[in-house]
């Protein structure tokens, strides 16, 4: 086979070319640190390079879902502390406005306390995030929650959507509590019953708001005073309970002050001097807003009070609200736990995925960073070749038949 002098040159020229490509694809490599430029310099590790990045993405996304949520529930974790605040200073408050010693007119001054503190709560349910997002609104973040009509009644306007975050590769948790859950879903009385004065008892009865004894079938009852078993004034007063029905539950007994009275799983007691024909009311507890509590409060201080009866009406009420705010005390608590919990398990959870990101990095570190120690050796190998490349080219480019003719 004969070979020209140009085919010569042109496969001296190739190989020099072949070995510059080999070197300049190794100094990249120390250049940059990296080993993997395409899939085809490594098909199985460039896939995993792929799912490494994939996977370290959605790491950094779940780490800002983390601190997303923690500024949202952190802004409401404080909120939850002021209402705290606001509903002791109100029972507080309705402790005081039940004391025996208090006038119509310092009645009046400690409505005005609360007056000012059912604001305050009202603007704490209408409290806003960073974003302008109303805390207690559900999904209807950008509607005000909480508005009082031109009847004085409180209307909610957002909705009982709860919404979740995701904050792991499989744990997600909610990033906030509506309205209805803070403020509006809070059960009168001691929570399965309340106790009711008639509008029209005479006398100074004034009943305990009670307590569960047993198995309560939630069912209305009223407790009758009356003298039946004598015609004589001075006979001992005595009650009966009698059902929704007009069934007697429970029969004619003497009544002494204090003394416990129970039926039905209720529990409760009667102080005072009840008049024949006066009578109170256990029924179901319902659901009743705070802000309402708080109204009814300011609404009852401001009556004149001055009767035996009116004084023990007043009373009655200010059980009423007290065991009220107990209820809706407990029930923000309740939810401020929940919100800590919340914030904790966002830090466990922030720890572990940045201890994954870490184990991410090494895993990718390994597949795709470059072990300089090998690459230098491959730099200096191609080097050499490159080297002894360009010297064979120069002494086979000067070689011609020629020169023995």
């Known amino acids: 086979m004969r070979v020209s002098s ?137 509607f005000k929650p909480f508005v009082r009509n031109e009847h004085g009644k409180f209307e909610y306007h957002g909705d009982d959507t709860q919404r979740f975050i995701q904050i792991g590769p499989k744990r997600r948790i909610p990033s906030n509590d509506s309205g209805t859950d803070v403020f509006r879903s809070i059960r009168e009385g001691n929570g399965s019953f309340v106790t009711l004065d008639y509008k029209g008892n005479k006398g100074s009865g ?92 300011t609404q009852a201080l401001r009556k004149g009070r001055g009767t035996p009866a009116e004084l023990a009406s007043l009373h009655n009420e200010m059980n009423r609200v007290i065991t009220n705010l107990d209820q809706g005390l407990g029930r923000i608590l309740e939810i401020r736990s929940n919100v800590g919990a919340r914030l904790n398990a966002m830090d466990s959870q922030e720890k572990i995925n940045s201890a994954y990101k870490v184990q991410i990095k090494e895993i990718l570190s390994n597949v795709q960073d470059l072990d300089y120690g090998e690459a230098v050796s491959r730099l200096n190998l191609k080097l050499t070749g490159l080297q002894a490349s360009q010297k064979a080219f120069t002494r086979v480019q000067g070689i011609s038949l020629f020169n023995y003719l």
Request: aromatic residues 6%; hydrophobic residues 35%; proline residues 3%.
């Open 6 to 142: 140009n085919q010569t040159q042109l496969m001296a020229i190739n190989s020099m070319l072949e070995q510059q490509a080999k070197l300049s694809a190794v100094q990249q490599q120390v250049a940059t640190g990296k080993k993997i430029f395409k899939p085809s310099d490594d098909p199985v590790g460039a896939s995993k390079v792929v799912n490494l990045n994939d996977t370290m993405h959605i790491t950094d996304q779940l780490q800002s879902n983390i601190n997303s949520a923690r500024s949202h529930l952190s802004v409401e974790e404080g909120v939850l502390a002021n209402a705290v605040d606001v509903l002791q200073r109100a029972r507080e408050l309705a402790i005081q406005g039940n004391n025996g010693s208090q006038t119509n007119e310092t009645r009046s001054f400690i409505a005005e306390e609360i007056d000012q503190l059912g604001k305050e709560l009202l603007g704490l349910a209408n409290t806003t995030d960073s974003s302008g997002e109303f805390l207690f609104a559900g999904s209807k973040s950008r």
């Open 206 to 297: 004034v009943i305990d708001p009670g307590t569960i004894s047993g198995n309560y079938d939630k069912q209305t009852y009223a407790i009758v005073f009356d003298r039946k078993q004598s015609l004589d004034p001075n006979q001992p007063m005595t009650y009966s309970v009698i059902n929704d029905k007009g069934e007697q539950v429970v029969k004619p007994r003497v009544y002494v002050e204090g003394d416990a009275i129970d039926f039905k799983g209720i529990h409760t007691f009667v102080k005072g001097d009840p008049e024949a024909g006066d009578f109170f009311v256990v029924r179901p507890s319902y659901s009743q807003d705070i802000f309402t509590t708080l109204d009814n409060f």
